[in-house]
Structures are given as structure tokens and as C-alpha cells.
């Protein structure tokens, strides 16, 4: 059963850099047809999608996030990180790493079928 | 960006009930609309995709339909187990989009 595990500071400064790395177990983040996904949620509140990586290199993210957040890949560790620089109060939130399967070849359905625990990064001087 | 307007945003229910969630594109999105419960302290789980497909797994109480840009979520006889918060999700563009939830609660 594939398993995702997010890690990384739980405390970060205002202004500074929020990292984060999901590791993946029992599958491979080189697989096709899978994208693999950062989404927050702020204390409280609903979920927020930040970005992914897809299966063929290509990153996209929310625009409202997109001048500040950076998704890669490490396949040799197999596991996927999110870099999002110059936080603020607001960025505090639980964030979750997830993989998205292609649920439909013929229209690329993608799905959000595999989740992390979650984990709280509060925004703090 | 393809903005997702859920309805309500809280409801109570009583078990057994019929509970209907309504999920409402800006835009048309196909049928590229999965729906999410999560419970407290606990990540989101798939529910239905492409807005009337039941995950394996979840039980037949729970379907889905699109009326144009319009998706509802049904809870044919509320359980116990239920009581939770629905997110809708779009994925037909690049940049995707989560509803802002509903709560369901006693």
C-alpha cells in the first residue's frame, strides 16, 4: 500500500523559507501517469491547493502562490519537496502530500487518491 | 481561474437522513469533479470521481451527478460515520480548485 510522509521544521520565521519533503514508500515517484501534489490547510479553514509535479516534468501551482512556491522531485530518494520563500502569519496551516493517479487515460482524469498524514507549520518569529 | 462555489457551507442532519451537497463551477469543467470527506484531524479521503464514479471502497450510500456546471454530492441515509466535511475539487484545468467545503454535523 503506497504510503506518503510528510516532514520538515514545524516552526518557521516570518520572511524565511518553508521545506518540506514527502517520502514515498512501497511505489515509485518515477511512475507514469501519476502527479504528485502539495495541498495546505490553514487552522480552521478549507483546503488549498498549492501545486504538483506531473508524470511528464511539467510543474504547476496556484496562482495566488506561484511567484513564491518551487515542487521537485529526488527519485533517487524518492521523494517529492515543496520550498515555498517569504512567509507570512498566513502560510501558517497543516500541509498535506498527496499523489493524484490518472483515473481516466482517455481524458486524464487525475484523482487525489493517496494523502500524507499532514503536518503543521506555524509561521512564527 | 475556475472558482468552485459549494452549498451550503454547514448543514445539520440527523442519521438516516438524506443529505445533498451542491458543488457549482464558474466554468464549464467537464466532468473533471471529485468529490472529498475528511474528518477531524485526518487527511482528505476520494469519495466519488469524475463527478458520479464511487471509489472502491466507499459505500453505495453515497453518488454523484452534474447538472451542466452544476454537481451535487447525495448521502442516501446518513450514518454515524458521515458526520464530516465534504470539499469539491476540479481538476479539468492546470491550476486546480477545491470548494470551500460543507460541514455536516449533528
Known amino acids: 500500500q503506497l504510503q506518503l510522509q510528510e516532514s520538515g521544521p514545524g516552526l518557521v520565521k516570518p520572511s524565511e523559507t518553508l521545506s518540506l519533503t514527502c517520502t514515498v514508500s512501497?511505489?515509485?515517484?518515477?511512475?507514469?501517469?501519476?502527479?504528485w501534489a502539495w495541498i495546505r490547510q490553514p487552522p480552521g479553514k478549507g483546503l488549498e491547493w498549492i501545486g504538483y509535479?506531473?508524470?511528464?516534468?511539467?510543474?504547476y501551482y496556484n496562482p495566488s502562490l506561484k511567484s513564491r512556491v518551487t515542487i521537485s522531485l529526488d527519485t533517487s530518494k524518492n521523494h517529492f519537496s515543496l520550498r515555498l520563500s517569504s512567509v507570512t502569519a498566513a502560510d501558517t496551516a497543516v500541509y498535506y502530500c498527496?499523489?493524484?493517479?490518472?483515473?481516466?487515460?482517455?481524458?486524464?482524469?487525475?484523482?487525489?487518491?493517496?494523502w500524507g498524514q499532514g503536518t503543521l507549520v506555524t509561521v512564527s518569529s | 481561474d475556475i472558482q468552485m462555489t459549494q452549498s451550503p457551507s454547514s448543514l445539520s442532519a440527523s442519521v438516516g437522513d438524506r443529505v445533498t451537497i451542491t458543488c457549482r463551477a464558474s466554468?464549464?469543467?467537464?466532468?473533471?469533479l471529485n468529490w472529498y470527506q475528511q474528518k477531524p484531524g485526518k487527511a482528505p479521503k476520494v469519495l466519488i470521481f469524475?463527478?458520479?464514479s464511487l471509489q472502491s471502497g466507499v459505500p453505495s450510500r453515497f453518488s454523484g451527478s452534474k447538472y451542466g456546471t452544476d454537481f451535487t454530492l447525495t448521502i442516501s441515509s446518513l450514518q454515524p460515520e458521515d458526520f464530516a466535511t465534504y470539499y469539491c475539487q476540479q481538476t479539468y484545468s492546470p491550476t486546480w480548485t477545491f470548494g470551500q467545503g460543507t460541514r455536516v454535523e449533528v
Open positions: 512501497s511505489g515509485s515517484i518515477s511512475s507514469t501517469n501519476y502527479y
Open positions: 498527496a499523489r493524484a493517479g490518472e483515473y481516466n487515460i482517455l481524458t486524464g482524469l487525475m484523482v487525489l487518491d493517496h
Open positions: 509535479f506531473s508524470d511528464s516534468g511539467n510543474t
Open positions: 466554468q464549464s469543467v467537464g466532468n473533471y
Open positions: 469524475a463527478a458520479s
